[in-house]
């Protein structure tokens, strides 16, 4: 450690870039939490977006459904309408009878069938109803999602803003310290999740909270060369007098 560096002044500056360090890591971290935010939101409206597409699929099957019974009951009022042309050409009371049991058998059907058109025709009266309410629900889940974006973006922007504010004053404030010293300060700070200088309150290191010998603490109090944890690595500082 060459002669000239002012340990005790030098552990001040470290300490001041700390306290700008700190909230850089802070805003950072909270920087990274606010796609979570959003995720939530993202999720429900997905979620929604599928249960209308469930919705009308649903509508559509049902709609062929409808063709389909049509198209059969149409068949059927034809096959009974050319049954009952025939009747007349018929010759004797047993062929007559034979016919009209069939035109009758093709009654019953078409009769069923219509049935089954107007349970069809109830079922697409409630899909539509229920189209409508999963499209209310997808726009309600809309309006949460584009507010939340909003209002994550502004956060972002805030956040951006004080980064770049904290990062001016660290420009003011690391040329005073000695190039050596802010290469390891860094380097602490990087590897140590944005804590590289600490107290030692109540005799240990306040960054991970393992108690120092004596002979250690009074080397932080006498500030005569940098004081690092030996089992953290962080710097040590105090700023009470030594006992
Ligand atoms: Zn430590």
């Given at each position: ?28 971290r909270e920087k990274e939490k606010k796609p979570q935010e959003l995720a939530a939101f993202e999720a429900e409206f997905k979620e929604k977006d599928a249960g209308l597409k469930k919705a009308e699929a649903d509508f559509t099957v049902l709609q062929l459904k409808r063709k389909e019974k ?174």
């Amino acid at each position: 450690m060459p002669q000239q560096i002012d340990i005790a002044a030098q552990l001040d500056v470290l300490i001041k870039l700390q306290g700008l360090d700190t909230q850089i890591y802070a805003l950072r971290r909270e920087k990274e939490k606010k796609p979570q935010e959003l995720a939530a939101f993202e999720a429900e409206f997905k979620e929604k977006d599928a249960g209308l597409k469930k919705a009308e699929a649903d509508f559509t099957v049902l709609q062929l459904k409808r063709k389909e019974k049509e198209g059969a009951l149409s068949g059927k009022e034809e096959q009974v309408k050319k049954l009952q042309s025939q009747l007349s050409q018929l010759k004797t009371n047993k062929e007559y009878s034979a016919m009209q049991h069939e035109i009758n058998a093709h009654k019953a059907d078409k009769s069923l069938i219509e049935d089954e058109i107007l349970t069809l025709m109830d079922d697409i009266d409630k899909a539509k109803i229920k189209i409508e309410k999963e499209k209310e629900l997808l726009s309600q889940e809309e309006v949460k999602l584009n507010q939340q974006q909003k209002l994550v973006k502004a956060q972002l922007e805030e956040i951006e803003k004080k980064l770049q504010q904290l990062e001016i004053g660290r420009q003011v404030i690391t040329p005073q310290v000695d190039p050596s010293t802010l290469k390891k300060y860094e380097k602490i700070l990087r590897s140590k999740n944005g804590l590289a200088i600490v107290g030692i309150g109540s005799n240990a290191c306040q960054g991970c909270n393992m108690n120092l010998p004596p002979q250690v603490i009074n080397q932080v109090h006498l500030k005569k060369e940098f004081i690092i944890c030996e089992s953290c690595t962080r710097f040590l500082y105090t700023n009470e007098p030594a006992e």
